[in-house]
Every structure is written in C-alpha cells, then in structure tokens.
C-alpha cells in the first residue's frame, strides 16, 4: 500500500508534495516534522522531498511549515547544511575556530555534543555528501518515467535525470572543481566574501545535458551571467 502511494506522488506537482507534508504535519499536531516522522505518515519517502525541493529544511519552508527540531535539538541535516555553507564561503574545510557566529548558525560545541568532536562530525558531514549519490538520482527518474504514472511531466522520454542540481550534488563539484571557477579561476580562497561560485550544466538541460558529475561545473556568478571575470587586473 504505501510502495504504491510513493509511485503516485514521485511525480506529483510540487504543491501536491508540499500539502502532504502540511498534512502529515498536522496530523502529529505540530507545525513541522522531521524525517524520521514524515517516513512513518508521509505518502512518499523523505528523499523524494529531499530530491524534489533541494533539502528537507527547504520543503518545510516552501509548505510554510517551521524548521524541524529533533527531540534533542537540532536535526543532523541541519547541522550538515551548516558545514555545506560555511565549506561552500570558506572554499575550504572549515576550521574548529570557524564554528562560530555570525559565519556560522550553530556552535563548535554544538557539533561536539552530537558527534563527539568536530573531525568526526567532518567526517560525518563527508559521508552525508557522498550518500546523495548520481545514481540515486537517476534511479527516481527513472522511477518517476514509468508510463504507469500519468502525473509525470518529462521534457523528453530521453531524459535520464532531472534538471535541478541537488545540494549535495552541487557541493561534490564544488570539491572537485577546487571551489574555484572553471572559467576564470576566481575563487573565496583569494577573495572572502566576494566570489559566489555556481555549479551549472556544460551542455544546456535545455539542449539535451544531463545532470550528471561530468556534465556540470563550477563558475563563478560573473562568468556564469556572461558578464567575465572581475578579478583579473
Ligand atoms: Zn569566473
């Protein structure tokens, strides 16, 4: 029963997404949900959320619903989001005395307290980032392909992934462009606070790339707009 209510919303509407997570959330009488919740009452898996909105705190926003609070606090994708943002403006692992506002949301002890020490919840966080993996991806939309499911909108019956970038996606090319940007070699490292780097697709989603490893890159807001590298003197 609920392996067919998971078919059915893969490839809903987005607002059909988000109204079950109102739904559910009400159902447990809150104004958010974790995971771990929306797993046990949602209509689809948590990671179909995830894959859809970009994250989960996302989808709980785009719903109107409040960030999700573990029973102890924070929730780990939460704390993991964090290191994503402070690494992704740092273009580098973030320090132990780096863990700390305003760059930071949560503290150095907070991740001490849930990890038992700041290099384990790196390593940790390393190993949330490689769980998104590229097959994941490919396998939802090819899940969502299945003529069976009438709701799906697919540009083209070709396509093997789905044009949205997901965060953890984003962060891999990120590491492996270096954090800086394939055209013009800009990059936070040199300049803090002044380069924003993207990942976009070589070959155009619109052309016929996929959104796969080797089909994106890193550029920065500069190059990616057409407007070239500010930084070269
Ligand atoms: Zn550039």
Request: aromatic share 8%; glycine share 8%; charged share 30%.
């Amino acid at each position: 029963m609920k392996f067919e209510l998971e078919e059915s919303l893969r490839g809903a509407p987005n607002e059909e997404l988000l109204e079950d997570l109102r739904r559910s959330a009400k159902a447990i009488g809150r104004n958010t949900i974790t995971m771990v919740e929306y797993g046990q009452i949602g209509k689809c898996h948590p990671s179909t959320m995830q894959l859809r909105f970009g994250s989960w705190s996302k989808a709980l926003k785009l719903a109107g619903l409040q960030p999700s609070r573990s029973k102890i606090g924070i929730t780990d994708e939460e704390l993991f989001e964090n290191i994503e943002s402070l690494w992704v403006s740092l273009g580098r692992q973030p320090r132990y005395g780096e863990v700390k506002s305003p760059s930071s949301q949560f503290s150095a002890s907070t991740y001490e307290k849930r990890f038992g020490s700041w290099s384990k919840a790196l390593r940790a966080f390393v190993a949330w980032i490689r769980s998104d993996s590229q097959d994941q991806n490919l396998q939802e939309v090819e899940a969502a392909a299945r003529p069976a499911d009438s709701t799906v909108q697919m540009a083209s019956p070709q396509r093997r992934t789905r044009r949205e970038i997901s965060g953890r996606q984003r962060f891999r090319i990120l590491v492996r462009d270096g954090f800086r940007c394939k055209a013009c070699g800009a990059s936070p490292l040199d300049h803090k606070g002044v380069v924003h780097l993207d990942v976009d697709h070589i070959l155009p989603w619109s052309k016929g790339g996929e959104t796969t490893d080797d089909n994106l890159e890193t550029k920065c807001k500069q190059c990616n707009l057409g407007k070239g590298n500010a930084f070269n003197a």
